[in-house]
């Protein structure tokens, strides 16, 4: 039962059972979903409120919202999105099945489902196929869509309301009772339990970040530190004005749309078939580097032809195991690499060996045979590649494809610029030709890897340097790299605002500092002389998590009296702080500052303890986020069971 604008109570109701979801986004509503989908069996008929708190549009939230460029593209196709859990879900709560994405849209363009779609989509929707990358406005209307059907379902004794408003703070009245204290009400939300699913935390600049905006000030200068780039003001951007950039993911993705047909260019296709672009005369001029000075790589456009690898194979939770069970900690680069390479290898030689048996010298029953007892890195195992895979362009090397421009040295910036743009080049042909099918055995593995490693990460075994450094940064990193890329509309965009003279790449290895003296930015690569001269300087990416940092309201308070914990991992006989949330992992129970949990509190999303990847899970995977919604919903719902109603209903005048 759905109550959009429900009267005051009276106070002499007894308020009944009620559980807070502070962020009403994709996770939110996941969770929503998961309480609606065990209430019948763990609560029968006892009724209960749900109150959905966010200032932004219940589904899809502030990052999904409509109200954003209609330019921005999500980075998955359709056919891979879904909100709902399907029978390959390893949970205790029903599985309750709904449309992809892709399913969404079709059912949508035929009349077979109903749902409210702004006129300017509709072109979109008519186009739409499986594999289509879709507009944030497109996943929008899909989210709202879902959320929707959620309420549509849920149990008669669900009543859930919505906040649209801030959660400033949470305490704790008599009883454990949870008081959520919002930004337009005098009085709180009086519930039994409270998840937290405020998505990607913002952050105030830290002490670098704080010297490049006071140096900007000085000088008249701008600085933009990390943020989400359809939120960050680009205006005081001026036209033609030299921008250095620090980052080339997909925050700079956004970032390069929004400043070139988000200011009124425009993509024309030559007759040669190239792509150009069309001045408005209000871009500035972007210089654009990073550690690997190429962007992301685009998402694959084919799908695999041989075999499906047998996955996991060589790092799942037998592997898993057996590294826990032995004496003393276990480290990523000695112990987990070489299974993770391992395994990402397997997929890679999977696909070339069953789909392109033509470039292999050798039966794969046989490689397999030798492959499985061979370690990596070893000498034997590169002898059994060389003696099966005669070209070397088809073997698989995971550091050459960390660092593609690693051994790269230009004499100046122009032959820099030409080897990116080489390289763009190379990846966009791989991507769209499937001949080289492997690459996309290598991603499936991938995706299964980051499937188990929270399995690692629970064992409690793994080093902080391990975790804080190498999984957190640098296979986080490589992940995104390889796996979580732009569409390659959008690197043919960038070659031709390179050609158009509006991009210019910096190179790999960059280094960009203040001038004091002439009082402007300056950057350039390590890898080639030459400098670039900035007025502006953008950190292109989301803030790293840190809970000391967090712009977010409730989170900052509820750290600052030490009711949230910030996760630590010991290191060298002191913490290591990562900056996120203390969870319990896929349990979501948070823990306060001393480490003990809350059994009324919890926190589920991309900056706490349990690292999930991508913003939405994909189908028939049994994704951990659908698991973990899952878990954190019968356990609130367990609490509701065993909490008494309070004696007094709260006044809800301030609700809507």
Not at 7 to 31: E, N, T, Y
Not at 402 to 417: K, T
Not at 538 to 565: C, E, F, K, M, S
Not at 629 to 637: F, G
Request: glycine share 10%; aromatic share 8%; net charge negative.
């Amino acid at each position: 039962m759905y109550s959009p604008s429900p009267a005051a109570a009276a106070d002499s109701v007894p308020r009944p059972r009620a559980v807070a979801i502070v962020g009403a986004g994709p996770k939110g509503i996941g969770v929503l979903e998961r309480l609606c989908a065990s209430a019948p069996e763990l609560l029968g008929g006892q009724r209960f409120t749900v109150h959905l708190v966010d200032p932004y549009p219940p589904g899809p939230g502030r990052i999904w919202r409509h109200d954003q460029s209609p330019l921005l593209m999500m980075n998955s196709k359709a056919r891979d999105v879904t909100m709902f859990t399907d029978d390959t879900v390893l949970c205790e709560g029903p599985v309750r099945p709904g449309p992809t994405l892709a399913e969404w849209t079709e059912q949508v363009r035929d009349g077979t489902l109903t749902a409210e779609i702004d006129p300017g989509l509709r072109a979109e929707l008519n186009g739409a196929t499986p594999a289509s990358f879709h507009t944030r406005r497109l996943q929008s209307a899909y989210l709202r869509w879902c959320y929707e059907r959620v309420i549509a379902t849920c149990p008669e004794s669900i009543d859930v309301r919505v906040h649209t408003a801030e959660a400033v703070d949470l305490t704790e009245g008599p009883g454990g009772e949870q008081l959520v204290w919002l930004g337009d009400r005098p009085e709180p939300l009086r519930v039994d339990v409270v998840v937290l699913t405020v998505g990607h935390l913002d952050a105030h600049a830290d002490e670098a970040g704080q010297a490049l905006t006071r140096f900007a000030r000085r000088h008249g200068l701008r600085y933009l530190p990390p943020t989400y780039t359809a939120d960050a003001d680009l205006s005081a951007i001026r036209p033609a004005e030299p921008v250095l950039v620090r980052g080339i993911g997909l925050a700079f993705i956004d970032l390069m749309t929004l400043l070139t047909e988000g200011r009124g260019g425009r993509f024309e296709t030559a007759p040669d078939g190239r792509l150009t672009y069309v001045r408005s005369g209000a871009e500035p001029e972007l210089y654009v580097g990073s550690r690997r000075g190429v962007p992301y790589r685009p998402k694959i456009d084919y799908r695999l032809l041989g075999v499906p690898a047998e996955l996991p194979r060589f790092f799942g939770p037998t592997e898993i195991d057996a590294l826990a069970a032995r004496p003393g900690p276990i480290r990523f680069w000695t112990d987990l690499w070489p299974l993770i390479a391992k395994e990402l290898g397997w997929g890679y030689y999977t696909e070339l060996f069953t789909a392109h048996p033509e470039r292999v010298q050798m039966r794969f029953a046989d490689f397999g045979a030798h492959y499985a007892d061979l370690a990596w890195a070893s000498d034997e195992l590169r002898r059994l590649v060389r003696k099966a895979v005669p070209r070397a362009a088809d073997r698989f090397d995971p550091m050459d494809l960390d660092g593609p421009l690693a051994r790269a040295i230009a004499a100046d910036a122009d032959a820099m610029a030409a080897g990116v743009r080489d390289h763009i080049e190379d990846v966009l042909a791989r991507c769209g030709d499937d001949a080289f099918s492997a690459d996309l055995g290598a991603v499936g593995a991938m995706l299964s890897v980051f499937r188990q490693l929270p399995r690692a990460v629970a064992t409690g075994k793994l080093d902080a340097k391990s975790q804080a450094v190498d999984v957190d940064g640098w296979w986080f990193g490589f992940f995104s790299y390889m796996g979580s890329g732009p569409p390659r509309v959008r690197l043919d965009e960038l070659l031709a605002l390179e050609r158009a003279g509006v991009v210019s790449f910096v190179g790999p290895d960059m280094w960009s500092e203040p001038d004091e003296q002439r009082g402007v930015f300056i950057g350039g690569s390590r890898k080639s002389p030459g400098t670039f001269t900035a007025t502006t300087l953008i950190d292109a990416r989301l803030p790293a998590p840190d809970v000391t940092r967090t712009t977010n309201p409730i989170v900052r308070a509820l750290h600052a009296r030490g009711q949230l914990g910030e996760e630590s991992l010991a290191m060298d006989g002191a913490g290591q702080r990562t900056g996120r949330i203390h969870t319990s992992g896929i349990d979501g129970q948070l823990f306060d500052a001393a480490g003990v949990v809350h059994p009324r509190r919890f926190a589920l999303g991309p900056h706490t303890s349990l690292r999930v990847a991508g913003a939405f899970s994909r189908p028939r995977t049994n994704a951990l986020g659908f698991r973990e919604n899952d878990r954190v919903a019968r356990q609130i719902l367990r609490a509701l069971s065993a909490a008494p109603a309070a004696e007094k209903s709260e006044t809800r005048s301030g609700d809507q």
